[in-house]
C-alpha cells in the first residue's frame, strides 16, 4: 500500500504553468495574384454625335467588318441582277460561294471592296494580295464567282475552257478541243422552267415598234460528259446579209430593219402619188431582188460567206479586212487603234472586242466632226461583230492561267466573248447553291414575294 509520501516528490507541480504566444502578420503567398482594380465605368456620352458614335456607328462598324472579313475568306453570297446564267441561276437569286474551293483568299482583297447587305462598292487599296492555291484548281463546267478584268465589277458565270483549251462556237453550237456538243430541246413546261419572254421588237409590216411575248425555248447540251441546260432564243439571233448590187456597190441588211420608198396612190386624190416607208424582213428583200448577189449571211446562228460556212473569225477578217489600210486605218492609227486580220489592236497589243470599244470611245473624243464622222462605217461593223458573238465566237486558245467564262443564256450574256478570259487570281469562289431568291430581284419590295422554290437549290 502506498501513499503519497512515498512517490517522488515533483516540484514543477507546485508551480503554475504560463503560456506565451507572440502575435505577427501573416506571411504573403508569392504565387497568389494581386487583388484587381474594379474597372472604371466610361461616361456615357452627353453629346448627340458622342450617342451616335457610341449607340450605332461603333457597333454597327464592328459587325460590318467581321462580315466583310469572314465573306472575303470563307463563306460569300452574291446577288444575281441580271438572266445571263439562266435557267441555272435566275434574277433575284442569292447564291453561296465557297471562298475556299481554289485557294485561301487573304481578307479584304479584290479590286472592290462592298457594303454588306447594298449595291455600294468602292475601290480596294489593299488590292494585290496573292492568294495560297492549292487542290486541282478551277475545273470546266464549274460556276465561278470573279472580277471582271476590264469593269473589275464581280461577275457569276460558267467555265466552258480551262488553260490550253482550244475553243469555238459555230451556228451556236460549243466545240472544245474538236469535240462538238450535242443538244436535245427542251419543253420549257416540262422542266419547271420560265415559259415565256418579254421584249422590242419591230414589226415586220407597220416598222412600229412593240413589246411581243415569244416562248422561251432551252436546250439540254452535253459536251465533254458534261451535260447542262441552256436558253435557247432564235428571235433574237442576228439576222444579217451583205449583198452586192449589179453596180458594184455594196450594201448592208439587218434583221426586219430595212427601209424602202414604197409608191402609193392614194385612192382619194387620184394621181396623187406619195412615198410611205415599209420594213420588210431580210429573206423577203432578197425574194424581191433576185439579182442581188449575197457576200455574207448570218442567219438562225450560222455564217456563211460566199455560200461556204464560216467561223466568227473568218467573219471579222472579212468585214475588218477594209480597215488595215486607207483613210479609217489612218484615223485608227492617229489614236492608237487598228485591226489585223480578225483582231482589233490597242496600242498594237490585240485585245478582245470589250476593250478595244471602251478605247474607242474614249479616244475618238479627241478627233474633230469630220473624223469621226468618217469612223462611222467602222463603228457599225463593231457593233455588228459584236451582236454575231452570241451565236458564234473563235477558234480561241485559252493561255496559260486563263479562264473562258460565258453564261448559260448565251445570246444574253456578257461575258469572256467579250472581255476575254480570267486568270485564276481573279476568280473569288465557287457558287454551289442558291441560299435564297426573290422573285425579279425585289429583296425589299413590301411585302416582299420570295421565289420559295428556289431556295436552297444546289446548282449544277
Do not use: C
Request: aromatic share 8%; glycine share 8%; charged share 25%.
Amino acid at each position: 500500500m502506498t501513499n503519497d509520501a512515498d512517490q517522488p516528490k515533483n516540484d514543477s507541480q507546485d508551480q503554475p504553468i504560463m503560456h506565451t504566444a507572440t502575435l505577427s502578420e501573416p506571411k504573403a503567398d508569392p504565387a497568389a495574384k494581386p487583388p484587381k482594380k474594379p474597372k472604371e465605368q466610361r461616361p456615357e456620352p452627353e453629346t448627340p454625335m458622342g450617342k451616335l458614335w457610341h449607340n450605332w456607328v461603333k457597333p454597327i462598324g464592328t459587325v460590318v467588318l467581321i462580315v466583310v472579313v469572314f465573306r472575303s475568306m470563307l463563306l460569300d453570297w452574291n446577288d444575281v441582277p441580271t438572266g445571263s446564267m439562266e435557267p441555272e441561276i435566275h434574277v433575284g437569286d442569292r447564291i453561296a460561294v465557297n471562298r475556299l474551293a481554289y485557294g485561301l483568299q487573304f481578307p479584304l482583297t479584290g479590286p472592290q471592296i462592298g457594303i454588306p447587305f447594298t449595291p455600294i462598292q468602292f475601290d480596294n487599296p489593299l488590292d494585290g494580295i496573292p492568294q495560297i492555291e492549292w487542290g486541282d484548281g478551277p475545273a470546266r463546267g464549274d460556276i465561278v464567282t470573279f472580277w471582271n478584268p476590264v469593269t473589275n465589277v464581280r461577275m457569276v458565270k460558267r467555265i466552258v475552257a480551262v488553260p490550253g483549251d482550244r475553243v469555238e462556237i459555230r451556228n451556236s453550237a460549243m466545240i472544245v478541243n474538236g469535240s462538238a456538243a450535242t443538244y436535245q430541246t427542251i419543253n420549257a413546261l416540262s422542266e419547271d422552267l420560265e415559259p415565256e419572254t418579254k421584249y422590242d421588237e419591230q414589226d415586220a409590216q407597220t416598222g412600229v415598234i412593240q413589246e411581243v411575248t415569244k416562248p422561251l425555248l432551252y436546250r439540254r447540251e452535253t459536251l465533254l460528259d458534261q451535260t447542262k441546260i441552256t436558253q435557247h432564243i432564235e428571235e433574237r439571233w442576228l439576222n444579217y446579209a451583205l449583198i452586192q448590187d449589179t453596180d458594184g456597190s455594196a450594201e448592208q441588211i439587218y434583221g426586219n430593219t430595212k427601209v424602202q420608198q414604197v409608191a402609193k396612190s392614194v385612192a382619194a386624190s387620184p394621181g396623187l402619188i406619195i412615198s410611205e416607208k415599209q420594213v420588210i424582213t431580210v429573206d423577203q428583200y432578197l425574194e424581191k431582188n433576185p439579182s442581188l448577189k449575197v457576200l455574207v449571211r448570218v442567219d438562225h446562228g450560222r455564217i456563211t460567206i460566199a455560200g461556204e460556212e464560216a467561223s466568227y473569225n473568218e467573219f471579222a477578217t472579212y468585214l475588218l479586212n477594209r480597215y488595215e489600210t486607207g483613210v479609217e486605218a489612218d484615223l485608227l492609227g492617229s489614236i492608237g487603234l487598228g485591226v489585223k486580220g480578225h483582231e482589233l489592236l490597242v496600242d498594237g497589243e490585240p485585245v478582245f472586242s470589250e476593250q478595244f470599244k471602251n478605247a474607242l470611245d474614249e479616244r475618238v473624243a479627241g478627233l474633230n466632226e469630220f473624223e469621226r464622222n468618217a469612223l462611222r462605217s467602222f463603228a457599225g461593223d463593231l457593233s455588228l461583230l459584236r451582236s454575231a458573238l452570241s451565236t458564234n465566237f473563235g477558234p480561241y486558245t485559252v493561255p496559260e492561267d486563263g479562264y473562258l467564262m460565258i453564261g448559260d443564256n448565251r445570246n444574253n450574256s456578257s461575258d469572256g466573248r467579250f472581255f476575254g478570259p480570267v486568270q485564276r487570281s481573279e476568280i473569288t469562289g465557287k457558287a454551289f447553291a442558291v441560299a435564297f431568291s426573290f422573285k425579279d430581284n425585289k429583296m425589299f419590295a413590301l411585302p416582299p414575294d420570295p421565289a420559295w422554290n428556289r431556295f436552297f437549290k444546289d446548282l449544277d
